[in-house]
Nanobody, 130 residues
Framework: QVRLVESGGGLVQAGGSLRLSCRASDPLFRNYAMGWFRQAPGKKRETVGCLSNVDGSMYYADSEKGRFTISSDKAENRVHLQMERLNPEDTAVYYC???????????????????????WGQGTQVTVSS
């Protein structure tokens, strides 16, 4: 069982930046693809992006491209979500999630779908004030 713990959420003004972190308990962290999702009040959970620790493949939802960046620190078993130019529509609970990745770009067919992710964090609240 892989345990994921998010941190770094909080209140930020519109136009500001925030960096979320997710720490994985599994020392085999490098075998997983790590995704970020978010769920705004009254809305369905949606994909933010994904980074494969296996082959470095990286994917972002269209609305986050250019503003959000996912990175991985394998020495610390952490994945980060750097968010820039935040706006009130980014207010949500942000979750990290993981699935065992077979590599060779196979995460391309999986990263968007919640059902592919085997492990989930508890979420961290991000609130962007206008």
């Amino acid at each position: 069982q892989v345990r994921l713990v998010e941190s770094g959420g909080g209140l930020v003004q519109a136009g500001g930046s925030l960096r979320l972190s997710c720490r994985a308990s599994d020392p085999l962290f490098r075998n997983y693809a790590m995704g970020w999702f978010r769920q705004a009040p009254g809305k369905k959970r949606e994909t933010v992006g994904c980074l494969s620790n296996v082959d470095g493949s990286m994917y972002y939802a269209d609305s986050e491209k250019g503003r959000f960046t996912i990175s991985s620190d394998k020495a610390e078993n952490r994945v980060h979500l750097q968010m820039e130019r935040l706006n009130p529509e980014d207010t949500a609970v942000y979750y990290c999630a993981a699935f065992l990745d077979l590599g060779h770009g196979s995460s391309w067919t999986r990263w968007r779908y919640e059902s592919e992710y085997e492990y989930w964090g508890q979420g961290t609240q991000v609130t962007v004030s206008s």
